[in-house]
């Protein structure tokens, strides 16, 4: 156990100290990190940080006392909406990350279902295998039954999802793209299916959504997945990914107030008078707002392009490397996420050697490979990588090791 030091410290001197803290993390300024951190370059950085720090203080809960940051939110979300297909009465919020922004689109679809729907008793929620674990953590919180599905080619199978469909199901789910492999499930299927069916069709676009409009601006084949399906009733999609904004931020979005309006908390019966907040948290930091307006307003339509064209060489480098080399792609990703295996070497003892050369990234365990999560950092070191691969690979070809396990955080 630490204790509170009695005497402060200088600045410089704790300053100092925590330079010394983060010797030993990741290299990820100079591409070592493919998860975790999206890194779109020093200037982006510094843009990220000087807007935080002018807000560090100002609090999101007050909207009348900063109605700045209450523009500045309106602003973020509009920028969001324009590039979902949202016209025509879609509405959002901002909020600290994508669990937060996945609870408030399930605590949504419950109080609708309860309120709109008269359901009572044991309520379910239909995704497929490859959606977020957040969903979980959101039907833990609510005390909602989990159905997941199993997969079709890897992507949602709306036939399977259909059939754990029931009258108690209050949403069902599709991805934009999962995170396992970074394919966008068929959200047009699943969108006929929750029009047919009367339930909330939630896309979790936390990894897309922020990427997905450009790479199609930039004649990439991204198929319909957004409010431009009619059957989709809410989104989520992270600020703080390929939006490249400062941690944390995320956008939840609705396609109608009515919608929404199930979201919001409201308490009145309290001495200090009514309280009410959009999301789950009270205190918003103001600085997270201002950053990802700032970013937003710094990059603009052709930043974002000029940043994900970047990220799509990158991806087609490394696949393509990846398959010279024997590995075999998991599907056919058209983002920033890809996903590879093979069978004659244990994916997770290369994983381990990459990690030996400061490679920081992830896996996938359904089959067994490896996972990137991309920024416009990797053009750079793409043929460095790939060096590092056939290196690893070779190394645990030799000495068989078999790690126990891959994990993503934790």
């Known amino acids: 156990m630490t204790i509170l030091p ?6 410089a001197e704790v300053s100092a100290r925590m330079d010394q803290m983060g010797q030993g993390d990741v290299k990820w300024r100079d591409g070592k990190a493919a998860v975790y951190v999206f890194n779109a370059g ?24 900063f109605p700045s940051l209450k523009q500045m939110e309106a602003e973020v979300v509009g920028f969001g909406l324009g590039l979902l297909h949202g016209a025509g009465g879609c ?18 679809a419950r109080d609708h279902a309860r309120k709109v729907r008269g359901l009572t008793g044991t309520l379910n929620l239909v995704l497929p295998r490859s959606a977020h674990p957040a969903f979980d953590k959101a039907c833990a919180v609510m005390e909602i039954e989990v159905r997941r599905t199993p997969l079709a080619d890897l992507l949602a199978d709306p036939v399977a999802m259909e059939a754990a469909i029931d009258g108690q199901t209050i949403m069902m789910v599709g991805s ?3 995170f396992p492999y970074g394919l966008i499930d068929p959200i047009e299927a699943l969108g006929a299916l929750a029009e047919r069916r009367g339930v909330w069709l939630h896309v979790d676009a936390c990894v897309g959504g922020y990427i997905a409009p450009f790479v199609r601006m930039n004649g990439g084949d991204v198929p319909p997945f957004d409010f431009e ?13 390929y939006g490249y904004c400062a941690k944390g931020a995320s956008t939840v979005f609705f396609r109608s107030e009515a919608l929404r309006a199930h979201m919001i908390f409201e308490v009145g019966d309290w001495p200090a008078g009514k309280m009410v907040t959009p999301t789950l948290a009270g205190t918003r930091p ?32 490394i696949g393509e490397g990846t398959q010279a080399q024997g590995w075999r792609l998991l599907g056919d990703p058209q983002l920033g996420i890809l996903a590879f295996t093979r069978e004659d070497v244990n994916p997770f003892a290369v994983l381990k050697h990459l990690y ?10 359904e089959p067994a490979g490896l996972h990137l999560m991309l920024s416009p950092v990797h053009k750079g070191v793409a043929d460095t990588y790939l060096a590092d691969l056939a290196w690893a690979t070779q190394a645990a070809r030799d000495d068989g090791a078999r790690p126990a396990e891959a994990r993503y955080g934790g």
């Open 356 to 365: 030996g050369r400061g490679w920081v990234t992830s896996a996938v365990t």
């Open 91 to 108: 509405v959002g919020n901002m909020t600290s990350g994508g669990t937060d922004s996945i609870l408030m689109a399930v605590k949504a």
């Open 176 to 178: 934009a793209p999962c």
């Open 229 to 241: 399906v009619a059957g989709v009733w809410s989104m989520s999609a992270d600020l703080h990914k």
């Open 286 to 317: 103001g600085g997270a707002i201002a950053a990802a307006w700032a970013v937003m307003n710094v990059l603009g339509v052709d930043g974002y392009r000029a940043k994900h064209a970047e990220v799509t060489e990158a991806r087609q480098t």
């Open 6 to 11: 009695t005497k402060g410290a200088p600045w």
């Open 42 to 65: 020093p200037e982006i950085e510094q843009v990220q940080k000087e807007a935080y720090a002018k807000f560090a203080s100002e609090n999101g809960l007050g909207p009348a006392a």
